[in-house]
Antibody, heavy 118, light 107 residues
Framework: EVQLVQSGAEVKKPGESLRISCKGSGYTFSNYWIGWVRQMPGKGLEWMTIIYPDDSKTRYSPSFQGRVTISADKSISTAYLQWRSLRASDTAMYYC???????????WGQGTLLTVSS | DIQMTQSPSSLSASVGDRVTITCRTNQTIANFLNWYQQKPGKVPSLLISAAFTLQSGVPSRFSGRGSATDFTLTIASLQPEDFATYYCQQSFLTPCTFGQGTKLEVK
């Protein structure tokens, strides 16, 4: 059974750094693109970034380029999303997703709720 | 970025109704169009990929059609569990943009 298990909820202050994680299981982690989708409170879904764990090739939405960094460690089947300096506007639910052959998000993690507040 | 226009943004319907949601893109995307369902407080789930491929476990009352720039999601006979928000997404080019969502509510 394919599963994506994300790290737990975070409460951070503006300016702090953060890395959240997503561990894949039940499939060959290296061979599927994996990425992150943001959902701000009461809002829609936003595609952020993806990575191919086998060679660490990445793609970013221009809206998020420079604000976040995606990485993956295929030895432990885990993808990460990192911020260097958080803002209040980063407050959102972040979903880890696996991409299938059509580049659709066929599996989703349970979500990591990030709250950034002073 | 490819722009997605999803309509309507909200829709009131009754159990048993047939409903159709439309998604348009500002450039051709072949059939790289996906549909997701999200219930309140829950994780989104993939219903249909590649315009018309129903995912395993998704009821056959859901169907997708279209190609190039115009796509539809149809629910043939609404069931109580179908009241949710639906999103389209293009996966032809990164960033794989989403539509703004259609909230399907009980009339």
């Amino acid at each position: 059974e394919v599963q994506l298990v994300q790290s737990g909820a975070e409460v951070k202050k503006p300016g702090e750094s953060l890395r959240i994680s997503c561990k894949g299981s039940g499939y060959t982690f290296s061979n599927y693109w994996i990425g992150w989708v943001r959902q701000m409170p009461g809002k829609g879904l936003e595609w952020m970034t993806i990575i191919y764990p086998d060679d660490s090739k990445t793609r970013y939405s221009p809206s998020f380029q420079g604000r976040v960094t995606i990485s993956a460690d295929k030895s432990i089947s885990t993808a990460y999303l990192q911020w260097r300096s958080l803002r209040a506007s980063d407050t959102a639910m972040y979903y880890c997703v696996r991409l299938n052959g059509d580049s659709a998000n066929d599996y989703w993690g349970q979500g990591t709720l990030l709250t950034v507040s002073s | 970025d490819i722009q997605m226009t999803q309509s309507p943004s909200s829709l009131s319907a009754s159990v048993g109704d047939r409903v159709t949601i439309t998604c348009r893109t500002n450039q051709t995307i072949a059939n790289f169009l996906n549909w997701y369902q999200q219930k309140p407080g829950k994780v989104p789930s993939l219903l249909i990929s590649a315009a018309f491929t129903l995912q395993s476990g998704v009821p056959s009352r859901f169907s997708g059609r279209g190609s190039a720039t115009d796509f539809t999601l149809t629910i043939a006979s609404l069931q109580p569990e179908d009241f949710a928000t639906y999103y389209c997404q293009q996966s032809f080019l990164t960033p794989c943009t989403f539509g703004q969502g259609t909230k399907l509510e009980v009339k």
